[in-house]
C-alpha cells in the first residue's frame, strides 16, 4: 500500500488537508470519502483496509473546521463553502487518478455533502459512476430540536456561536473497543456553529425538493438501530428516489459509526460488492 497527503486550497483559499491510500498493483476504481460533522478523514480505516487489495484507490479530506484543517471547529459561513471545497477536492483526485471509474461516498452530514454536490452537478458516468451514503442524515436527527431551534435564531446575529450537539460517544456503536478509540481521538469534537446548523437544514430541504435531479446509481447504507441519523430518514429518502438503479441496505442492529461497529465485515463485503457491479455499468 502506498499512503499519500498533503494540502489543497477550498474556497476563500482556505487549507484543506487530505490522504490517500493507493495499491500495489494497478488502480481500477477510486473512491472519495466525505465524512461527518465533529469526525475526519482517518476515521474509515476499515473501508481502505477492504478495498485497497481489490485494487482501489481512496481519497478522504478534511471538512473547513475538522481535523487537521483550516477554519473554526464546526463552523461554515455558508454550504457553498462545502460545495466548493468538494469540487476543489474532486479535481485534485481526478488530476491524481485521470480516466478511472470514480465512486463517492459521504457519511452522515458527509452524506448530504454528497448528495447536494452530485443532484446539482453529477450526470451519470460523465463524472462519477456512483454515490454511497452511510447513515445519511436526510430525516429525523437525534439532537435535541431546542438546540436546533438555537441555532436558527442565532444564525443571523451571531453567527459563528457553537453548541456542542450533545450527541453521547456511545451513539456511534458497540464495541466499547472502538468506542475507546474515539474517546482519545483528538481530532473528533462535537461542535456545531449557529449558521452550520441553518445552512444544513436549508440544504436537507434542497435535497428533498429536488431529488428528482439525482441522476447516478445511488446506495444506502443504515444501521437500524442508528439513534443519530434515524433509519426513518433512509427509508423515506430512498422511496423518493426516481433514478431507478438504486439500494437501500439496513442491518438491524448496527449503529451510526457502521463502518466500525459490529458487523461491519457485512457491510464492506456489501460495499465492495455494489461497487464491482458498477464498475463497468452496462448501458
Same mark, same amino acid.
Given at each position: 500500500?502506498?499512503?499519500?497527503?498533503?494540502?489543497?486550497?477550498?474556497?476563500?483559499?482556505?487549507?484543506?488537508?487530505?490522504?490517500?491510500?493507493? *495499491?500495489?498493483?494497478?488502480?481500477?476504481?477510486?473512491? /472519495?470519502?466525505?465524512?461527518?460533522?465533529?469526525?475526519? /478523514?482517518? /476515521?474509515? &480505516?476499515?473501508?481502505?483496509?477492504?478495498?485497497?487489495?481489490?485494487?482501489?484507490?481512496?481519497?478522504?479530506?478534511?471538512?473547513?473546521?475538522?481535523?487537521?484543517?483550516?477554519?473554526?471547529?464546526?463552523?461554515?459561513?455558508?454550504?457553498?463553502?462545502?460545495?466548493?471545497?468538494?469540487?476543489?477536492?474532486?479535481?485534485?483526485?481526478?488530476?491524481?487518478?485521470?480516466?478511472? %471509474?470514480?465512486?463517492?461516498?459521504?457519511?452522515?452530514?458527509?452524506?448530504?455533502?454528497?448528495?447536494?454536490?452530485?443532484?446539482?452537478?453529477?450526470?451519470?458516468?460523465?463524472?462519477?459512476?456512483?454515490?454511497?451514503?452511510?447513515?445519511?442524515?436526510?430525516?429525523?436527527?437525534?439532537?435535541? *430540536?431546542?438546540?436546533?431551534?438555537?441555532?436558527?435564531?442565532?444564525?443571523?446575529?451571531? %453567527?459563528?456561536?457553537?453548541?456542542?450537539?450533545?450527541?453521547?460517544?456511545?451513539?456511534?456503536?458497540?464495541?466499547?473497543?472502538?468506542?475507546?478509540?474515539?474517546?482519545?481521538?483528538?481530532?473528533?469534537?462535537?461542535?456545531?456553529?449557529?449558521?452550520? /446548523?441553518?445552512?444544513?437544514?436549508?440544504?436537507?430541504?434542497?435535497?428533498?425538493?429536488?431529488?428528482?435531479?439525482?441522476?447516478? %446509481?445511488?446506495?444506502?447504507?443504515?444501521?437500524?438501530?442508528?439513534?443519530?441519523?434515524?433509519?426513518? &430518514?433512509?427509508?423515506?429518502?430512498?422511496?423518493?428516489?426516481?433514478? *431507478?438503479?438504486?439500494?437501500?441496505?439496513?442491518? *438491524?442492529?448496527?449503529?451510526?459509526?457502521?463502518?466500525?461497529?459490529?458487523?461491519?465485515?457485512?457491510?464492506?463485503?456489501?460495499?465492495?460488492?455494489?461497487?464491482?457491479?458498477?464498475?463497468?455499468?452496462?448501458?
Amino acid at each position: 500500500m502506498k499512503y499519500n497527503e498533503g494540502l489543497f486550497q477550498g474556497a476563500g483559499g482556505v487549507n484543506l488537508y487530505y490522504q490517500s491510500w493507493h *495499491p500495489q498493483t494497478e488502480v481500477r476504481g477510486v473512491l /472519495s470519502i466525505v465524512h461527518g460533522l465533529g469526525s475526519h /478523514s482517518s /476515521s474509515y &480505516g476499515n473501508i481502505v483496509e477492504h478495498l485497497i487489495p481489490r485494487s482501489y484507490a481512496i481519497y478522504t479530506f478534511d471538512l473547513r473546521g475538522h481535523g487537521r484543517s483550516d477554519g473554526q471547529r464546526g463552523h461554515i459561513n455558508s454550504w457553498e463553502e462545502i460545495r466548493t471545497d468538494l469540487k476543489a477536492f474532486l479535481q485534485l483526485v481526478e488530476t491524481q487518478l485521470p480516466n478511472l %471509474p470514480q465512486f463517492i461516498l459521504g457519511h452522515s452530514m458527509g452524506g448530504v455533502v454528497v448528495l447536494d454536490y452530485v443532484m446539482r452537478f453529477c450526470v451519470y458516468r460523465s463524472s462519477l459512476f456512483g454515490a454511497i451514503t452511510l447513515a445519511p442524515a436526510v430525516g429525523k436527527l437525534g439532537i435535541s *430540536p431546542f438546540k436546533l431551534t438555537i441555532g436558527k435564531i442565532l444564525s443571523r446575529v451571531l %453567527p459563528r456561536f457553537t453548541l456542542s450537539t450533545g450527541l453521547k460517544l456511545d451513539t456511534g456503536a458497540r464495541d466499547e473497543k472502538v468506542l475507546a478509540a474515539y474517546a482519545e481521538d483528538k481530532l473528533r469534537h462535537t461542535r456545531g456553529s449557529a449558521r452550520l /446548523s441553518t445552512e444544513f437544514i436549508d440544504t436537507v430541504n434542497w435535497i428533498h425538493a429536488h431529488i428528482e435531479d439525482l441522476q447516478i %446509481p445511488l446506495l444506502i447504507i443504515q444501521g437500524g438501530a442508528d439513534t443519530v441519523t434515524l433509519p426513518e &430518514g433512509s427509508r423515506q429518502f430512498f422511496q423518493k428516489v426516481t433514478f *431507478p438503479d438504486k439500494e437501500l441496505l439496513e442491518y *438491524p442492529e448496527a449503529y451510526h459509526e457502521i463502518q466500525d461497529d459490529f458487523g461491519y465485515e457485512q457491510v464492506m463485503a456489501d460495499l465492495g460488492s455494489w461497487l464491482e457491479r458498477h464498475l463497468s455499468p452496462t448501458e
